[in-house]
């Protein structure tokens, strides 16, 4: 079981930005490299249902974005260091919610499956206000 441990969230303003970390422990990220396992960023707001916001797979690095995510948000991975980043810029009011990290292990669904992640990290929550 990996175990995911997420940091940097926090309060900002409307058009700031937060650098999101996870770090992966409990397995060699490297020996996971194939093209289908990745690292996903999802968010929850209260009373609404968990979504994907960006994810990489750790092989190839191949990025994928939320259309709310995409052109605002950046993630990228240290394989040394066991990391993956969501650099988050423009933030808005909508984009406050509690953000986790999750591993995924299978090729059979697409990043955005929540269920298709068997590791979850317990989440850093970012405020944005107006």
């Known amino acids: 079981q990996v175990q995911l441990v997420e940091s940097g969230g926090g309060s900002v303003q409307a058009g700031g930005s937060l650098r999101l970390s996870c770090v992966a422990s409990?397995?060699?990220?490297?020996?996971?490299?194939?093209?289908?396992?990745?690292l996903g960023w999802f968010r929850q707001a209260p009373g609404k249902e968990r979504e994907g916001v960006a994810a990489i797979t750790t092989g190839s690095s191949s990025t994928y974005f939320s259309d709310t995510a995409k052109g605002r948000f950046t993630i990228s991975q240290n394989n040394a260091k066991n990391t993956v980043f969501l650099q988050m810029d423009s933030l808005k009011p909508e984009d406050t919610a509690m953000y986790y990290c999750?591993?995924?292990?299978?090729?059979?669904?697409?990043?955005?499956?929540?269920?298709?992640?068997?590791?979850w990290g317990q989440g850093t929550q970012v405020t944005v206000s107006s």
């Open positions: 409990g397995y060699t990220y490297s020996s996971y490299s194939r093209a289908c396992m990745a």
């Open positions: 999750a591993a995924k292990t299978t090729c059979a669904y697409s990043w955005r499956v929540t269920t298709a992640y068997n590791s």
